[in-house]
């Protein structure tokens, strides 16, 4: 359940912040502990890549943690994401 919340706060309010055009899938994709009720959870984005398709597109790599305070690295996965590129 805390991978579907994870992907759909960053399809909200991450992803058009990149102006996405596209994700092509995600790589590495682990649960390292589990998650209980009460849990508070962080995320921590780091873009891992990036290269250039064309003048007008591009993609980057992001690697994409969950943690815990206490339990640390609970879930983690590299998205691929395509992106229109910066002028």
Known sequence: EHCSDLQRLLVEHY?????TVAT????????????????????RVEVEGKTAYS???GQIDL????SEKSNGSV???VG???????E
């Open 55 to 57: 003048d007008e597109r």
């Open 75 to 77: 879930f983690s996965f």
């Open 24 to 43: 092509k899938g995600a790589e590495e994709v682990r649960w390292h502990n589990p998650v209980v009720p009460g849990d508070v959870l962080t995320c």
């Open 63 to 66: 690697r994409i943690e969950l």
């Open 15 to 19: 992803l058009p912040t990149l102006h």
């Open 80 to 86: 691929l994401i395509v992106v229109k590129r910066r």
